[in-house]
């Protein structure tokens, strides 16, 4: 995500030149792991609204029939406003605490066991554990609905993940790569696209890059960007639909640019 500071603030460029965040240009700024996890303390603020911002989107990109303002009240006063499904409800309130523990666990590496983890959370509760389906990969063949891919068998899923977890990902470029590779596996049973855009936020915050929400304004382009990176590798698209979602973050959230400075100036 990125934050505009007011280019007079001479002392930001002068004097947070550790990894609390890296600037790209002379007002920019960007959220790090260790101010994530302070901005994660102060309730009702800027943490708040990003979980919400990320979670509408990506919930929605799958169908979920939570709107902006029942998903607040979900997190803030622990209601159910509206007509949903159960597996909705389930998996959105699951959602919210998976947030949590991205964040939480940002200081420990991405493993098999901790993907499974996240997949856990995610599905704990609904129907896909009442069939067997969570904790583990994909027991069954599955498939994208419309879409001439071919997914990975679930005698692969081991190996490749195994694979696609040792890569690093250290640029918007990587990130869109291990995407793209993560979803064309498609590990899980049900679930994948949800744990794939957890991944992205975490490498995001692991690599100082600008937080990436994939805005439900750029979902047809999302998806088509995708599918060519499935089928050329071509990344292009794919980066300049995150970087599209970026500049829509950051436009929601100026309001919060002096909280972000407050929380910098107490980091270590």
Not at 75 to 98: A, C, F, P, W
Not at 210 to 237: M, V
Request: with cysteine; net charge negative; charged share 30%.
């Amino acid at each position: 995500m990125l934050i505009y500071l007011n280019q007079s603030r001479n002392y930001y460029r002068n004097n947070f030149t550790n990894c609390n965040y890296v600037r790209r240009e002379e007002k920019y700024m960007k959220i790090s792991i260790n101010t994530m996890k302070k901005l994660s303390k102060i309730k009702n603020s800027v943490y708040d609204d990003i979980k919400i911002e990320f979670l509408y989107h990506s919930n929605k990109v799958e169908g979920s029939t939570f709107n902006i303002e029942q998903l607040s009240i979900l997190l803030e006063q622990k209601m159910i406003i509206g007509e949903h499904s159960i597996n909705d409800v389930q998996e959105t309130i699951n959602s919210l605490e998976l947030f949590d523990f991205v964040v939480e666990t940002l200081n420990e590496k991405l493993t098999d066991r901790l993907l499974r983890e996240y997949y856990s959370i995610l599905k704990k509760n609904t129907s896909d554990e009442n069939y067997g389906f969570v904790g583990v990969y994909k027991k069954i063949p599955n498939k994208l609905r419309n879409v001439d891919i071919e997914l990975a068998q679930p005698y692969e899923v081991e190996e490749l993940i195994k694979d696609l977890l040792e890569k690093k990902t250290k640029s918007i470029y990587d990130i869109a790569d291990f995407h793209q590779k993560f979803e064309h596996i498609h590990p899980f049973q049900d679930g994948n696209g949800r744990i794939g855009r957890f991944i992205i936020l975490r490498q995001c915050l692991e690599n100082n890059i600008d937080l990436i929400a994939i805005d439900d304004e750029y979902n047809k382009e999302y998806r088509e960007a995708l599918y060519k990176a499935q089928t050329s590798g071509a990344l292009e698209q794919l980066v300049q639909v995150f970087e599209k979602c970026q500049n829509k973050l950051d436009e929601k959230l100026q309001s919060y640019i002096p909280t972000i400075e407050q929380v910098l100036e107490k980091i270590d």
